[in-house]
């Protein structure tokens, strides 16, 4: 059920873009604004060069980092979430390392969560992640709230292409477990 929804959901943001998933991350935004789920702006959008480390560990910021070695890239056109679609990566630690990234990346593998590590082995499930940041030394906590409110947003769109009745007639999750 839920894999036929997210192919249905991909065909549709592949020809039309997602209308929903902009609209829910405005809406809860103005509707609960002390969660800080706003959009950091695109010039905090900035992905430093692989071999480029973090001067300073214990800062969370990158006011001292070194703007050159930031990589020249097409300019995002909107503050809309993108959804990609494609293996997520799971694992029990955070990766703070753009070469680490680097070759996840070379077996497709777009982004990478920690949250849902193991959960798979033992619950039929789907992991819809919100990327908040480039798995590099330069991580910070700027982009999560967005990130998270963007997944919720889709989480959202998605269910709401599931008809009703499908869902009903579905095995609960407590079921499928028993049964295994």
């Not at 902009?22 to 509707?31: A, G, H, L």
């Not at 097409?74 to 990566?89: K, L, S």
């Not at 959202?156 to 579905?170: H, N």
């Amino acid at each position: 059920m839920l894999l036929k929804a997210i192919a249905l959901l991909e065909s549709r943001h592949a020809l039309h873009g997602s209308k929903d998933v902009p609209r829910y991350v405005i809406e809860t935004f103005e509707k609960f604004p002390k969660y800080k789920a706003k959009h950091p702006g695109l010039e905090q959008d900035r992905l430093f060069e692989a071999d480029y480390e973090h001067p300073n560990a214990q800062s969370l910021t990158c006011q001292r980092c070194d703007v050159t070695q930031i990589v020249d890239r097409d300019a995002r056109e909107t503050q809309d979430p993108v959804i990609h679609y494609g293996p997520i990566g799971s694992g029990n630690r955070v990766i703070k390392s753009s070469r680490a990234r680097d070759l996840l990346g070379e077996q497709n593998i777009l982004c990478v969560e920690m949250e849902a590590s193991g959960l798979m082995n033992d619950f039929p499930c789907l992991v819809i992640r919100g990327i908040c940041d480039y798995c590099d030394s330069h991580k910070n906590k700027r982009w999560q709230p967005y990130a998270a409110l963007a997944a919720a947003a889709y989480a959202k769109e998605l269910l709401g292409i599931i008809p009703v009745l499908e869902v009903e007639a579905a095995p609960a999750a407590l079921d499928i477990i028993q049964e295994s």
